[in-house]
């Protein structure tokens, strides 16, 4: 058994003259649930793509099971890709039966196999109906079971979470949980940080082809400076201009947005300083203060502050985006 | 080998088990026994035809007739030289007798219902019958010959069927002539004599002394069949290459638009991808010829006990002429290399289009210049040496069409062995270039107005390319 199952050395990827992955590198610890977080358009799935030999990188390597991608090693693992797909003339038990005997199972097996799995998933009644006739929701169940269906050593799952709504997205995170427990190891890529909050033991972090950050989750949070939040009632009042004079450090939300009744400040906390310090200061520069609390370190902070407000202002967009769809 | 076959299996699966393929299927036999039905039922439905002739005394009117006597006795003379010629090889030889009395006639002189064509315009008009030797019927023609030197008049509502006015000049030129004969004080049997004296012309096939003393040397439908046979064939690879080779379009197409490609590829190489796509289309290429095969065995073995020997010995003809390896080989080759070689296109075709409406733009120009082995195969039939097959079989996408016309004129070996080469290599060529276009299209996505891009970096002064969007 190796100890990293995919390991990117310095990959870098041009689709003519644009570099969508720049000098990539990175290790998926065994037995871990690794997070790939970044904006639409960061380089997430082109990373795995050249992770799983679909295309090659234009120089660096990458190595899945401590070799170039092969046959044998891409057997080891199950693969959602963010743009997925069925045979509409295909059922259910059929689709997952077929991807699980290109992964190397016998056909009895991976009938079986694709029985039991679609039980587990409370899609037994359609198990023979036409993925055409399936409703968004279950088709996509399917294809998730597809990637599963093999038992693989190795998931990568590219936004897994896109398309599906809270109940889906919540049993999605139940069944990582559940490989995970198996003893899978589990890279997914995803824009919504929540997600990677919840599930990740690690993250790396993405913006503009480039990895920013790569560490575990609590690595991450040390990063950010200790710190308060207070919210205002008056959108107009500048609380960094008159903490800065007393000499704390306050930025105001990135998200926050000049057309609300309210503006929200972070205030960072420098060793020697103290949370009561700098509500008292607030309150004597006349702040119309309608909350104040610690300020819970949140990975979108996180990508902030190493990808830079832009890429989190993508960051946001491609969730809106995803809501939308 | 296992994952090829995986893919083999699932398109074949789904190819066969769907609507279309039966009805294809079905289409070739239905369409076969259709149109020798209906040909069959219009041979025997066509009804006989009245005429009449309205002249002073029946010199026209039995030359006409006299002329269609020896149009049945010529049909009559050409039918049993036929029976007689399939008799010559055949093993229980059986003549088939037929006389120009039992050949049906297609025209029928009546009595005149009327003297001037007024008095004639209900009848040729339909609005009156009238009776004859079948029944009453309208009166088809009317033939009206004036004196003197004016024109002869030929009436009638049809006027597409001219074989009655032909006859009416050929009648013409006749008493004519003998009018001639006449005013010259020669004797008619004397012009009559001069005409039996013309000798036939005897179609014979040069041929070794060896096969001379075994076949003789007349020309015999053997000598016709591999000509007929490779027609047959060369139309017969067009309409399998090219019914078969949407199935591929579709289904790249299928794939693309469902977004499949990323999982398919993380189980499956590429290579592995197309083949085990292209075996499976080739599969039901095969699944549809066995399955005419076993139609026409059936009908071979149902004629056999039912028809007459010399009625099937042309079958047998043949599936002799099929099983000579010059035109078998060529054939097989011709259809593994004609599939391969289109099959990829329509592949590579099929993974830049997202809809059926986006791969039409690319495929319309292609059908249109794929008509061409057609027009070359309709050339062929009239003149099988023709030299524009000769020259148009060089080119390699027409080679699988065209070749195997040309291999019963037993071109030069080397000629022949060149042109299979050349496809060979062209089918390399194009499998090359398709799979990196198939590549473009299932890795990255690539579209059409990429290839079009592509063109443009290509050949210079088409304009700036723009770049591909990543991700």
Known sequence: MVAHPLVMKNATKFFGGFLAVNQMSFEVPNGKIVGFLGPNGAGKSTSLRMALGVMNPDSGSAELFGGPPVPSSLARVGFLPEERGLYKKMTPRSSIAYFAQLKGMSSREAHNRADELLKTAGLQNFARTKNSKLSKGMAQKVQILSTLAHRPEFLILDEPFSGLDPVNQQELEDLIRAEHERGATILFSTHVMEHAERLCDSIIMLARGEKVFDGTLNEAFATLDRGVRIELSSPDFDLGVTLAAKGYRAHRDSGDSSETEHSVWHIALDPGQDAQDVLRASIETGAPISSFAPDDARLRDVFVKFAGPQAAKALDASAIRDEAA | ?471
Request: proline content about 6%; some cysteine; glycine content about 6%.
């Open chain 2, 1 to 471: 080998m296992r994952n090829i076959f995986l893919v083999f299996r699932r398109d074949y699966i789904g190819y066969i088990s769907a609507w279309g393929f039966w009805l294809g299927l079905a289409a070739l036999p239905i369409l076969a026994l259709l149109g020798a039905s209906l040909g069959a039922f219009a041979a025997s439905t066509t009804p006989a035809r009245y005429y009449t002739v309205i002249e002073a005394g029946d010199a026209y009117a039995t030359e006409i007739e006299r002329q269609f006597q020896r149009l049945r006795a010529d049909l009559a003379k050409q039918t049993e030289a036929l029976t007689e010629g399939l008799s010559a090889t055949a093993a229980n030889p059986a003549a088939i007798s037929v006389t120009a009395e039992s050949i049906p006639p297609k025209f029928i002189a009546v009595d005149p219902p009327g003297r001037t064509i007024d008095e004639l315009r209900p009848w040729l008009l339909g609005e009156k019958l009238i009776l004859g030797p079948d029944g009453e019927k309208p009166l088809f023609a009317a033939i009206i010959v004036p004196d003197g030197d004016r024109p002869i008049e030929y009436w009638s509502d049809n006027v597409t069927v001219g074989e009655l006015r032909r006859q009416v000049e050929d009648a013409d030129k006749a008493i004519a002539r003998s009018a001639f004969f006449e005013a010259q004080n020669i004797d008619p049997d004397i012009l009559r004599q001069a005409n039996d004296v013309a000798r036939d012309v005897i179609e014979q096939k040069i041929r070794t002394v060896e096969e001379q003393e075994t076949t003789g040397n007349e020309v015999t439908f053997s000598d016709q069949a591999p000509y007929f046979m490779s027609i047959g064939i060369a139309f017969m690879l067009w309409f399998m290459i090219f019914s078969v080779i949407q199935y591929l379009l579709m289904n790249t197409i299928e794939e693309r638009s469902n977004k499949i490609f990323d999982t398919l590829l993380t189980s499956v190489r590429l290579p592995q991808l197309l083949a085990g796509k292209l075996a499976a289309v080739f599969g039901v290429t095969l699944t549809m010829m066995g399955s005419w095969g076993l139609f026409g065995l059936g009908a071979f073995l149902l004629g056999a006990t039912s028809a007459p020997a010399e009625m099937m010995e042309p079958v047998w003809l043949g599936l002799r002429t099929m099983a000579r390896p010059d035109i078998l080989i060529t054939a097989i080759i011709s259809l593994v290399l004609g599939y391969l070689m289109y099959g990829v296109i329509f592949v590579a075709i099929g993974s830049l289009c997202d809809t059926i409406q986006e791969a039409q733009t690319l495929v319309s120009p292609l059908m249109m210049l794929l008509m061409l082995p057609l027009v070359a195969i309709s050339f062929t039939i009239s003149d099988p040496n023709s030299a524009f097959v000769s020259a148009v079989s060089w080119f390699p996408l027409f080679t699988p069409f065209l070749l195997i016309l040309r291999i019963p004129t037993a071109p030069p070996a080397m000629e022949v062995i060149a042109q299979l080469g050349l496809m060979a290599v062209t089918t390399a060529l194009v499998l090359w270039l398709a799979t990196k276009v198939y590549r473009a299209g299932a890795v990255h996505g690539a579209g059409i107005s990429d290839a079009t891009d592509w063109v443009k970096r290509v050949i210079p002064g088409l304009g700036k390319a723009k770049q591909t969007p990543a991700e």
